[in-house]
């Protein structure tokens, strides 16, 4: 089912931070990259999809489905949103903290298909050697992987996530999204992550939308994008895009000249 | 293959964790039960475990005189002690959930400033909330006290959006108030009325009665039950405030639905015993340590703790000199605190059976 966002406007009491923000249709396994400066609504564009937000004007459609309409519990079912915000003092396992993340949307009772589940995710994300460890002891990119582990668990249909590498070393960064990539393309599900890196976000999306002032400024593949004057003019840098040997994509970017 | 077995582990040794989580209860109950039974057998009289059980299954087993003494003075506060222990646990563990805050307990709100101001209220200007309660009348004058400032927490929280700290600072602000109000009262006074103050304050079981244990175990039945089917959500609130409602969590529902439960509980504790604080932080805590904080496992070990500590404190009160029976606030802060700060420096690092 593909997500289509139309005319959607929203803010904070009277601040509007988004303005008719419109998409073309977000296919299934599609990854899509989420870039533009800070403070650009890129948290907002995610917490108005999940629905932590409402909306002023426009819609979202999942499929057929008016988002709008969906109860919340309904609603975290098919959107799995991770918070910019992790790490906790909790005394809880990876484990267990993967498992309630599933729990919201499903019964009381833990049953074999669950714990089947979070193992699964738990595996396909390299962090099965760190479920019996309390979430108190982990290192900062260590609870990212478990946010985005608590997304993938509940094998939604989009998957919002609010820049995930953040925390993350190079090493990381290249093993979170390549495994997320992985394991949304499998299941057909839609991937929107908010990026900082325009490197990896080359390397990794299918497609780019850059926001700006909370107006979408380009919609397009990565090659298409990343050489509009756009993202220099966004970012306030000047760029060029280059390509590696290896044939990836590669932005060299300098600060403006300063007078 | 790696996949497969990394998968099955995982899988067995939570099972492995569950499993133990159930004994740790069954053992906790069974150690209540004892404690319980000592509790009994304890005073002026000692009789031996095996004939306070059947005087217990049996009122009439051993005569009359042991029947009058167990059923009509020991039972009543020993099962007091219990059902007290229990809720202000209970209270304590959900307070420190949805205010994000360790040293969260009934008392933390003002709740029991506000209580002791309208005991003192009764027992010095001789005024009730409520007409016609004639000897309830300070036990009523608390209860109504304790709830009306939960009530207005309530109220003003919602006002403000609810954030834990909100929550805290109208709690101090609300301890001061009432603090400066009892102190008022107080210097208003007749010796005789202070000391009835003073001794209200300091938190006794020897004001159990069969109908306020009867209340009181209602409460239980209702408040666990509805804390445990939160608790998947009580859990997820422990991820923090963002992470729980990107899961789905209606927070500040969650918040005001747990704070209307938690305030019934802490004012009718309160109302009932006096001022006993160290409960509320002691049971949580000690469970948090042995189960962690998965909520199906760590409201109930939380509020077992609690009654297991408030029976142990009553057999102390009545053993440190015989025919005495010293007010328990005084026990738990004296033999508790000492002990809680221990157990916390001692374990803080291995946090997880």
């Given at each position: 089912m593909s997500l289509k966002i139309t005319d959607l406007s929203a803010g904070y009491g009277r601040t509007q931070v988004l303005h008719n923000v419109t998409a073309d249709a977000i296919k299934p396994g599609q990854f899509v990259g989420l870039i533009?400066?800070?403070?650009?609504?890129k948290s907002t564009l995610f917490k108005t999809l999940s629905g932590l937000l409402r909306p002023m004007t426009g819609t979202i459609h999942l499929g057929d489905t008016d988002l709008g309409t969906l109860n919340r519990r309904d609603r975290a079912r098919r959107i799995a949103y991770m918070p910019q915000a992790f790490g906790c003092n909790a005394i809880l396992t990876v484990y267990e903290s993967v498992l309630l993340a599933l729990k919201q949307t499903t019964g009381w009772r833990v049953d074999e298909n669950n714990l089947d589940r979070v193992s699964q995710t738990l595996t396909a994300l390299n962090l099965a050697h760190l479920a019996n460890r309390s979430l108190g002891n982990l290192s900062g990119g260590q609870a990212q992987m478990v946010a985005v582990a608590q997304t993938l668990v509940r094998n939604p249909d989009i998957v919002l996530l609010d820049?995930?590498?953040?925390?993350?070393?190079l090493h990381h960064q290249l093993s979170i999204l390549s495994s997320v990539r992985h394991e949304t393309k499998r299941r057909g599900t839609i991937v929107i992550a908010a990026l900082h890196d325009l490197n990896l976000a080359a390397q990794f999306c299918d497609r780019l939308i850059l926001i700006r002032e909370g107006r979408i400024v380009a919609d397009g593949t990565a090659d298409k994008i990343l050489t509009l004057p756009e993202i220099g003019q966004t970012y306030r840098v000047e760029t060029a895009l280059e390509q590696t040997r290896r044939g990836s994509l590669y932005v060299d970017a300098t600060l403006e000249c300063v007078h | 293959m790696a996949m497969m077995s990394d998968t099955s582990e995982m899988r067995t040794s939570y099972t492995a964790q569950t499993t133990r989580r159930y004994f740790v209860l069954a053992v906790t109950a069974g150690l209540l039960l004892f404690s319980f039974i000592v509790d009994v057998s304890t005073g002026p009289g000692k009789y031996p475990l095996s004939t306070v059980v059947e005087t217990l299954l049996n009122p009439m087993a051993h005569g009359v005189q042991i029947k009058v003494i167990i059923w009509d003075y020991r039972l009543p506060i020993a099962v007091t002690a219990v059902i007290v222990g229990a809720i202000l646990a209970v209270a304590g563990a959900q307070m420190q959930t949805i205010l994000n805050n360790?040293?969260?307990?009934?008392?933390?709100?003002g709740v029991s400033s506000a209580a002791s101001f309208g005991a003192s209220l009764a027992i010095v200007l001789?005024?009730?909330?409520?007409?016609?309660v004639g000897s309830l009348v300070v036990t009523l004058n608390a209860f109504m006290f304790a709830l009306l400032t939960c009530g207005f927490i309530l109220f003003a929280t919602r006002l403000k959006g609810v954030g834990s700290e909100t929550m805290i600072l109208f709690g101090i602000a609300i301890f001061f108030t009432f603090s400066a109000l009892l102190a008022l009262m107080q210097y208003m006074a007749s010796e005789d009325q202070i000391a009835r103050i003073v001794f209200w304050m300091m938190?006794?079981?020897?004001?159990?009665s069969w109908e306020k244990i009867a209340i009181g175990a209602a409460l239980l039945t209702l408040a666990i039950p509805f804390g445990l089917m939160r608790s998947w959500q009580m859990t997820a609130l422990r991820m923090g405030e963002a992470t729980a409602q990107s899961m789905g969590v209606d927070v500040a529902r969650l918040r005001i639905e747990m704070l209307i439960v938690v305030s019934i509980l802490a004012a009718t504790a309160v109302a009932f015993v006096g001022t006993v604080g160290f409960i509320g932080l002691v049971g949580p805590h000690i469970a948090r340590m042995i189960v962690g904080e998965d909520q199906r496992f760590f409201l109930p070990l939380s509020a077992m703790i609690g009654a297991l500590v408030l029976s142990l404190t009553s057999i102390i009160s009545k053993s440190i000199s015989p025919g005495v029976i010293y007010p328990i606030g005084i026990i738990t802060a004296l033999i508790g605190v000492p002990v809680f700060v221990s157990i916390i420096l001692s374990t803080r690092h291995r946090s997880l059976s």
């Open positions: 533009g400066p800070n403070a650009s609504g820049e995930p590498t953040s925390a993350l070393d | 360790p040293l969260a307990e009934p008392f933390t709100l001789g005024w009730s909330v409520l007409p016609m938190g006794s079981l020897g004001r159990a």
